[in-house]
């Protein structure tokens, strides 16, 4: 059964235990779950988060925020310690939420771009491969599921489609490494939306289905009848979340480039969305 979901990046950033009463809000508007980007790690009660998530009755997914210092495929050892404690970090805490999955650009900080020859770029996989081994292991110990997410080409130079994706997940060999897909990003770096999905088959766990602008899904160009199709064909049973922003939230604004509102309201946004996205799945 698919799950349908909202990031509170829309309404907050960074989210901290003061925001819990978005949880409400999440709710009010239909979801059935609330996913929570984790940019500080001393920013949450998790275990104050976990009873708000139990009281309203919502599931949870997690969204790491890869930084400048927590960066498994870094030359620096540090950066790659950083990445790798930030990532066990984050798999504690989808312990205590009873997180379907902990999802995002796990490989490499957001925003490093490098230009690299193949002899490099197969040092840089294994690198960041090595890392992940070692964060997978974790992942199994606790049973929380990891799903890498490619971003486009103006946020990383490393992983910007499906099947570079799928060659990290061969290389971390891990049951507990999946797949996910943002349709922001994808829109922009895939030849085919559909093939991607296909490609990724029974390894795609959770879908961020954002418009090409970041808005309000299904007022765009985004092919979202060739998205539906194949998630049907690969029988997708995971999560769909909308991760749209707003110009209110100004970190996360100047972060995503986003100079204009997208929709009229941020909850209006998220209701639009989600009453698509349910069409579009039925």
């Known amino acids: 059964m698919i799950l349908y979901g909202i990031n509170t990046f829309l309404w907050a950033s960074p989210f901290r235990t003061q925001h819990l009463s978005l949880l409400a809000k999440g709710k009010a508007l239909g979801f059935d779950l609330v996913e929570i980007p984790i940019e500080g790690e001393q920013?949450?009660?998790y275990a104050?988060?976990?009873e708000a998530y139990r009281r309203h009755g919502l599931r949870c997914s997690l969204c790491a925020v890869m930084g400048p210092n927590r960066d498994p495929a870094h030359e620096d050892e540090d950066i790659q310690k950083g990445g790798v404690a930030y990532l066990k970090h984050c798999i504690d805490a989808a312990v205590?939420?009873?997180?379907?999955?902990?999802?995002?650009?796990l490989y490499a900080a957001?925003?490093?771009?490098?230009?690299?020859?193949?002899?490099?770029?197969?040092?840089?996989?294994?690198?960041?491969?090595?890392?992940?081994?070692?964060?997978?292991?974790y992942a199994e110990d606790k049973g929380?599921?990891?799903a890498?997410?490619?971003?486009?080409?103006?946020?990383?130079?490393?992983?910007?489609?499906s099947e570079q994706a799928l060659e990290l997940m061969r290389l971390i060999d891990s049951p507990r490494v999946k797949l996910?897909?943002?349709?922001?990003?994808?829109?922009?770096?895939?030849k085919s939306l559909g093939k991607a999905i296909e490609a990724a088959g029974q390894n795609l766990v959770h879908v961020h289905a954002n418009e090409n602008d970041r808005g309000t899904p299904g007022t765009g160009h985004v092919a979202w009848n060739e998205i539906a199709a194949a998630l049907k064909k690969v029988k997708f049973d995971g999560t769909l979340v909308i991760e749209s922003f707003s110009t209110e939230v100004k970190e996360i604004a100047r972060a995503a480039a986003v100079w204009r509102p997208l929709a009229p309201s941020p909850d209006g946004l998220a209701a639009d969305g989600l009453a698509f996205l349910k069409k579009l799945m039925a």
């Open 43 to 45: 920013d949450i009660d």
């Open 48 to 50: 104050q988060a976990a």
């Open 96 to 105: 205590t939420l009873q997180a379907t999955a902990l999802v995002g650009p």
């Open 110 to 137: 957001v925003g490093r771009q490098w230009q690299a020859t193949p002899d490099q770029r197969k040092r840089d996989l294994e690198r960041c491969a090595r890392n992940l081994k070692a964060v997978a292991r």
């Open 144 to 146: 929380v599921t990891l």
């Open 148 to 161: 890498l997410e490619p971003l486009n080409r103006f946020e990383t130079s490393f992983i910007n489609l």
């Open 180 to 190: 996910m897909m943002d349709t922001f990003h994808a829109n922009i770096e895939e």
